[in-house]
């Protein structure tokens, strides 16, 4: 399967309408829609998610009190930036 990212809008009527050229063959596709939410309101989501989260959970003993004790998560950590991070410091990029 091909996957495609194209912009569209949803009219008053509630239709789908794709306003780029699609240059695929003709024939059945599957659509998934991604609806674009204000900065706000994603972010108090995100914190409500993070409330509902349980605790993290450790078998070793001695990682128990170090994960039950460490801060949440920033809502803008990148862990991909931190991992490009590490390897700069890493191999002196």
């Given at each position: 399967?091909?996957a495609?990212?194209?912009?569209?809008?949803?009219?008053?009527?509630g239709?789908?309408?794709?306003?780029?050229p699609?240059?695929?063959p003709?024939g059945?596709?599957e659509?998934?829609?991604?609806?674009?939410?204000?900065?706000?309101s994603?972010?108090?989501?995100?914190?409500?998610?993070?409330?509902?989260?349980?605790?993290?959970?450790?078998?070793?003993?001695?990682l128990k009190?170090l994960?039950?004790?460490?801060?949440p998560?920033?809502?803008d950590f990148?862990?991909?930036?931190?991992?490009?991070?590490?390897l700069?410091?890493?191999y002196d990029?």
């Open positions: 399967m091909q495609y990212k194209l912009k569209g809008k949803i009219d008053d009527a239709n789908l309408i794709i306003a780029e699609v240059k695929m003709p059945d596709v659509v998934i829609v991604l609806q674009a939410v204000e900065s706000a994603s972010t108090d989501t995100e914190t409500e998610s993070q409330a509902q989260t349980p605790k993290r959970k450790s078998k070793v003993k001695s009190e994960l039950e004790n460490a801060p998560i920033p809502p990148d862990p991909e930036q931190a991992r490009w991070e590490g700069k410091e890493k990029l």
